[in-house]
């Protein structure tokens, strides 16, 4: 049975860092394309980084230099180094599995919470 399990959150004062992980199981893992996602209360989930099966990675616009996704094939884990926090990088962060064919899984997600 798959599970996308995310962890790493918490509260952090801005200008500091977190690292976020997703660990899979019950996939194949190494020809998904994972991607981090992120929702703040009363707003739209947004996409934040994307890595593809080979390791070519993308970022939206407002974390470009900042966040740094990678995966590790062998852990069944993709990774969302966040530096630089800013409050409004403050949502619930969730984990995306997608495959060639069309299927798509998603984590439950783990609170991120950039305050002073």
């Known amino acids: 049975q798959l599970q996308l399990v995310e962890s790493g959150g918490g509260l952090v004062q801005p200008g500091g860092s977190l690292r976020l992980s997703c660990a899979a199981s019950?996939?194949?893992?190494?020809?998904?394309?994972m991607g981090w996602y992120r929702q703040a209360p009363g707003k739209q989930r947004e996409w934040v980084a994307s890595?593809?099966?080979?390791?070519?990675?993308n970022y939206a616009d407002s974390v470009k230099g900042r966040f740094t996704i990678s995966r590790d094939n062998g852990k069944n884990t993709v990774y969302l180094q966040m530096d630089s926090l800013k409050p409004e990088d403050t949502a619930v962060y969730y984990c995306?599995?997608?495959?060639?064919?069309?299927?798509?899984?998603w984590g439950q997600g783990t609170q991120v919470t950039v305050s002073s």
């Open positions: 995306k599995a997608n495959n060639p064919y069309g299927r798509l899984y």
């Open positions: 019950g996939i194949a893992f190494s020809i998904y394309t």
């Open positions: 890595i593809t099966s080979g390791g070519s990675t």
